[in-house]
């Protein structure tokens, strides 16, 4: 009798240590559900602001909302001068996520917001030849 209740009493420690320690995030007790892209997700602010995802960026699912959208995290690393003011932690400002539509690719090409100079950055940070460049110029379909 005496051993069945020092196990009942391990069990309890160690089921209650187990809360404990998910409870203060040292052990999941969820598992995290992932999806990796397939294709350029198109990404939407509150300014209308476009950009892309690109494919095979994975999306960690958050939760489903009743109004029929759910809610993702992605992880990014950063390098550089990030230039950012302190907000709200507890504010949640969240971008919108959508599949491009297949007519909507000529006008996204056409009016992706990038610069002249942002442009000539990215192409020189690429290493972009101007015989690259003039062949890209030739392969862009006309209007």
């Given amino acids: 009798m005496r051993s069945r209740l020092g196990y009942l009493i391990v069990a309890v420690l160690a089921g209650a240590a187990g809360f404990i320690l998910s409870d203060l995030g040292v052990l999941s007790m969820t598992t995290k559900t992932a999806y990796l892209t397939?294709?350029?997700?198109?990404?939407?602010?509150?300014?209308?602001?476009?950009?892309?995802?690109?494919?095979?960026?994975?999306?960690?699912?958050?939760?489903?909302?009743?109004?029929?959208?759910q809610t993702y995290h992605v992880y990014f690393h950063f390098k550089g001068d990030m230039k950012v003011e302190a907000a709200d932690a507890n504010m949640v400002s969240p971008l919108?996520?959508?599949?491009?539509?297949?007519?909507?690719?000529p006008k996204l090409l056409n009016d992706y917001p990038v610069s002249k100079d942002e442009l000539v950055q990215i192409l020189k940070a690429r290493k972009i030849t101007k015989a690259e460049l003039v062949q890209i110029v030739r392969d862009w379909p006309d209007e």
Avoid: C, M
């Fill in 38 to 69: 397939k294709e350029p997700l198109l990404i939407a602010g509150e300014q209308g602001y476009n950009s892309l995802l690109p494919a095979g960026t994975v999306l960690y699912y958050d939760r489903a909302w009743p109004e029929g959208h």
């Fill in 96 to 105: 919108w996520l959508r599949t491009v539509e297949p007519e909507e690719l």
